[in-house]
């Protein structure tokens, strides 16, 4: 590999890639509140940036997705680039050792937007939205609590979350790890942030789900030219369908009790409206709870591949990569990519990441007062 396309991935490989943050955000705005939404479209009119009419509600989550991948390197925003990613006390020895072992031991801080990680800052901004909000809702005249950073903050954030590979600190979560992907040397961490999910969205069949229902739920904008939008079709399809029965399971955030029991061992209080030990300031978020689930795919799928079950520590510099996951098998065939599809992985994260980015919000807005989403979640 060339020193031009060796720069080439190691800017495409830092992080969930776009595609994967806008289609989170776009499923997301089908299924919110009409307060919800008229919070959302107040921040949309008062960030209004030349150039991108702030229209729908849908444009805007899309628009500011991907933002913070953009200014994390920026002056004024460095705090927030270890937000995109949580590391749980990796090891060879003991601990979080993809595909060996899968140990998501996550110490909430006392306050938990304290910590300076993914579910940190998850709590953090869904705080500082439901502040916002709520100055809003007092009095929506007056332009207090228009500030949309918290929600693109967000709105990221709960896209990172559902990547697996945010949520594990092997090799730098497999960025450090080289392996192939579709004829391409790439990244472990580059194949999870994009590679997947664009094979996913070139070679499904959605062009046949496109002629059936959405499901009846949702309204769809008209098209703006994104790659991803009969995937998006193929998406909402499938939660009318397919994952139907299975949604009310993933918005679940179950007490701190119930876990205790469940497990053994406490994973720390789950901040929900109405639920657990909220506290005086209840935060309707699961970060901890959901993150745990989706970290075990590091071992069941992500990391589980024979050239991948290795004790070796990488440790890279640009110039040498690692000889990890090197040899010649290509992860977009063969067992690996079976599993992938027959279980619809790709498509799982992303429907999780929508309709939890959908619950956040709208629990975050209207404070507690029960409306009913316009998508019936
Ligand atoms: C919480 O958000 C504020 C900005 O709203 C930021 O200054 C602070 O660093 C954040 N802390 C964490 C841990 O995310
Ligand atoms: C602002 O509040 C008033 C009164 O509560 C309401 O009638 C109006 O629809 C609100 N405007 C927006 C944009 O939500
Ligand atoms: C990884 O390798 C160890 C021993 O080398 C083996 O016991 C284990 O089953 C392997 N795990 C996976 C997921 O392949």
Redesign the pocket.
């Known amino acids: 590999m060339n020193l031009l396309s060796l720069l080439l991935f190691v800017g495409i490989a830092t992080a969930y890639g776009p595609t994967g943050h806008h289609l989170t955000a776009s499923l997301a705005s089908h299924f919110l509140t009409p307060t919800t939404q ?1 919070y959302l ?2 921040l949309a009119r008062h960030a209004h940036t030349p150039g991108y009419p702030p229209d729908t509600v849908q444009s805007f989550l899309v628009r500011v997705a991907p933002w913070a991948d953009y200014i994390k390197r920026t002056r004024g925003w460095a705090w927030s680039g270890r937000l995109h990613y949580v590391n749980v006390g990796t090891g060879v020895e003991g601990g979080d050792w993809p595909p060996q072992r899968c140990e998501f031991a996550y110490e909430l801080p006392k306050n938990p937007g304290d910590g300076e990680d993914l579910i940190g800052g998850i709590y953090n901004m869904t705080t500082h939205l439901s502040e916002g909000a709520e100055l809003w809702r007092l009095d ?2 007056t332009g207090a609590g228009l500030d949309d950073v918290p929600l693109r903050f967000l709105v990221h954030f709960l896209g990172d979350l559902h990547n697996p590979l945010h949520l594990t600190g092997r090799a730098r979560g497999g960025n450090d790890v080289w392996v192939k992907f579709e004829g391409h040397r790439m990244r472990l961490h580059g194949v999870w942030d994009g590679g997947v999910l664009n094979k996913r969205i070139r070679e499904l069949e959605w062009a046949r789900a496109e002629e059936e229902d959405v499901g009846g739920v949702v309204e769809v904008d008209e098209g703006r030219g994104y790659v991803w939008e009969r995937y998006e079709r193929y998406l909402l399809h499938l939660i009318g369908t397919k994952f139907k029965d299975e949604i009310d399971e993933w918005l679940e955030c179950p007490s701190p009790e119930l876990e205790r029991g469940a497990t053994g061992s406490p994973i720390g209080p789950q901040r929900v409206l109405g639920m657990g030990d909220a506290g005086d300031k209840g935060v309707t978020a699961c970060p901890e709870y959901w993150a745990k689930a989706i970290s075990k795919l590091n071992c069941d799928v992500v990391w589980n591949h024979p050239s991948l079950n290795t004790t070796l520590s990488p440790f890279s510099s640009e110039a040498d990569p690692p000889k990890v996951g090197l040899d010649d098998d290509d992860l977009s065939d063969g067992e690996y990519w079976d599993r992938i599809d027959t279980e619809m992985i790709p498509e799982r994260l992303i429907i999780m990441g929508g309709v939890r980015l959908a619950a956040v919000l709208n629990a975050a807005v209207q404070g507690g007062v029960g409306e009913r989403a316009v998508g019936g979640l």
């Open positions: 008229a479209l107040a929506n005249a």
